[in-house]
């Protein structure tokens, strides 16, 4: 079987939302799924549009999508994508999908000139490690990982 995949467009806002969704029933976080088809289509589908999507599709039917963004990096020089979602649905696993999403965002990388494509993956996610290590990705140990969100956020922002 081969899957399409194909930049995401204003109609596909409803479908990219139940994939998140999965997404998060699937790492265990459901609750922290906040996104509302509002905040899709305003974030992805605006005149200038700072993440990107792309879907998977197979027979017409969409069963994967991917997120992501440029980012900087000053060692290099250079851009690079930042994978912040990936995801395909269990139905549909086992089908190439993945891959196929990766090798999309490999190229659009290169053909972008980004030196960099990371993503982080949750550590207890033993099917997906084993499926990035069998494409070469290598696990980036060295760096720890910080977040600020929420009420920390907007006390930090109140500083300035």
């Known amino acids: 079987m081969t899957c399409t995949i194909r930049p995401a467009v204003k109609a596909d806002t409803a479908t990219i939302l139940h994939f998140i969704r999965e997404l998060a029933i699937y790492e265990k976080a459901e609750h922290e799924a906040k996104a509302t088809e509002e905040h899709i289509h305003r974030t992805l589908f605006n005149e200038q549009p700072k993440a990107h999507a ?17 980012s900087y990096s000053t060692w290099q020089g250079q851009y690079g994508i930042y994978l912040e979602d990936l995801y ?17 965002l490999a190229k659009i990388a290169v053909d972008n000139d980004c030196g960099r494509f990371e993503w982080s993956v949750l550590d207890w996610n033993q ?10 990705a290598k696990p980036q140990s060295e760096w720890i990982k910080y977040r600020l969100d929420g ?3 907007l006390d930090l922002a109140a500083k300035a």
């Open 54 to 70: 792309i879907i998977c599709e197979l027979n017409g039917e969409a069963i994967g999508f991917a997120v992501y963004f440029f």
């Open 88 to 104: 395909v649905s269990s139905a549909h696993r086992g089908v190439g999908a993945g891959k196929q999403l990766l090798t999309a």
């Open 127 to 136: 099917p997906a490690i084993d499926f990035y290590e069998s494409l070469g």
């Open 151 to 153: 009420q920390a956020l």
